[in-house]
């Protein structure tokens, strides 16, 4: 079983920072791209950012210059630095992993997409 578990979020003034973690763990044979996605009251879920095993990055331009994300491969983990906050950035955030599971005897393995129960971001003006 693959779990993907998001810390950081919380509520923080228009222009603050906060620092979102999310770490996944189980079964993992490996992990190609990490990323965070968002949804506001009333929208689509959204993309944020990715970032690729080897570290090449994508952001929505909403984003651009102001968050960052980053990744530990070691840890299984991705992060997204956000600065310049602003109210529009409130949304619930998910992180989300494109990766291959292996069974617990070694004898196979699949492609899984696999979701965060997602941290609520609130930015107040």
């Known amino acids: 079983q693959v779990q993907l578990v998001e810390s950081g979020g919380g509520l923080v003034q228009a222009g603050g920072s906060l620092r979102l973690s999310c770490a996944a763990s189980?079964?993992?044979?490996?992990?190609?791209?990490m990323g965070w996605y968002r949804q506001a009251p009333g929208k689509q879920r959204e993309l944020v950012a990715t970032i690729t095993s080897g570290g090449s990055t994508n952001y929505a331009d909403s984003v651009k210059g102001r968050f960052t994300i980053s990744r530990d491969n070691a840890k299984n983990t991705v992060y997204l630095q956000m600065n310049s906050l602003k109210p529009e950035d409130t949304a619930v955030y998910y992180c989300n992993a494109d990766l291959e599971r292996i069974g617990p005897d070694l004898l196979w393995r699949d492609h899984y997409d696999g979701w965060g129960q997602g941290t609520q971001v609130t930015v107040s003006s």
């Open positions: 189980g079964n993992i044979f490996s992990i190609h791209t």
